[in-house]
């Protein structure tokens, strides 16, 4: 499947150099704040010695998921990035502004509908350029770390260009729980890296500002996977067998059919019957009770945890194989 040698070579990223066998933080500035604060992101680049692929991890490119900059956070700690061949190229935080405020967003505009950027565009489009320009032209592919969105937990999943053999290559070692095709989606990163022939997959697990210990550990393990598939890392690094991943070939949201307060009667992840009865949403006076039920086999992959819901809100992500 990666029918090339992948050899890493000298890494530079604003005009720093990091030769093979070196590990260099370097700060890439992207503006002030209004207070004056000088604004840096910063990226770690580890550059083994033996030649190999040279990946970018990056997390936080929406501000508020934060299971995705901890996973990545976690593994800089644990010194996973102890890198033998290749070159792991690490951004814990792309979009800090949406960090600071709680924002998928930086300031009103979603980095990942932004590229390719330009140097004279809004700060999101700025940051999208810099990312391509800077550390994106010198990767082989990249693992681009997501989270589900406000009270909507996805239950860990990689997403994968259909048309990108390699990119579905990179899912299947990941392993993680599901894995689905997912379409490209003008202006996001995926896209633009497709454009210059680069794979990316996407990991998404649990919900926006919600740490979830299971998210953050599939992502660290199927990242490990990926590494140790390479050979990059340590022989002795202890990674969690697991099933093979279930290929979700279609998906629907399972909607409510009344308002009231929504009692899921299922987990994230489960495998659901057809007809089975899946919650109950009932008025806040005990009224009436309707029974939410399942319109197909499949699992679930999303979940509202959100209790009051309306007619037509999404209560579960159900996948089919
Ligand atoms: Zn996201």
Redesign the pocket.
């Known amino acids: 499947m990666f029918d090339k040698e992948f050899k890493n070579e000298e890494i530079v990223i604003r005009g720093e150099r990091i030769s093979l066998g070196e590990s260099k933080l370097i700060k890439i500035p992207v503006d002030r704040l209004p207070t004056g604060t000088l604004i840096e992101i910063p990226v770690y680049v580890f550059n083994g010695k033996e030649p190999g692929p040279t990946i970018l991890l990056q997390g936080g490119?929406?501000g508020d998921?934060t299971n995705?900059i901890e996973l990545v956070r976690r593994m800089l700690i644990d010194k996973s990035y102890k890198i033998h061949r290749g070159c792991v190229i690490v951004v814990p935080l792309l979009n800090i502004f949406g960090f600071l405020d709680f924002s998928?967003e930086l300031h009103g505009k979603d980095v990942?509908r932004s590229f390719p950027g330009s140097t004279k565009g809004s700060l999101a489009s700025r940051l999208a350029y810099y990312l391509m320009k800077e550390i994106t032209k010198n990767v082989d592919f990249a693992i681009d770390y997501?989270?589900?969105?406000a009270q909507r937990s996805n239950y860990a999943q990689i997403r994968y260009t259909p048309q990108d053999e390699r990119g579905k290559a990179l899912a299947n070692i990941f392993n993680a729980p599901f894995k689905f095709g997912s379409k490209l989606i003008p202006k996001s990163f995926r896209n633009e890296c497709f454009k210059h022939d680069i794979p990316v997959i996407?990991y998404?697990g649990g919900e926006?500002l919600r740490l979830n210990e299971f998210a953050i550990n599939q992502g660290i393990y199927g990242t490990l996977r990926v590494l140790r598939y390479f050979n990059m890392i340590d022989k002795t690094i202890e990674i969690p067998l697991q099933n093979d991943t279930i290929e979700i070939i279609k998906k629907s949201w399972l909607r409510a059919r009344a308002a009231g307060i929504f009692n899921p009667k299922v987990k994230n992840g489960a495998s659901v019957k057809k007809g089975e009865i899946v919650g109950f949403i009932m008025d806040t006076y005990g009224e009436t009770k309707f029974s939410v039920k399942s319109p197909k086999d499949g699992y679930i992959i999303a979940k509202n945890n959100f209790p009051v819901v309306n007619l037509g809100d999404p209560l579960f992500h159900i996948g089919n194989t």
């Open positions: 490119l929406h998921e995705s998928r990942n997501h989270t589900g969105g996407v998404e926006s």
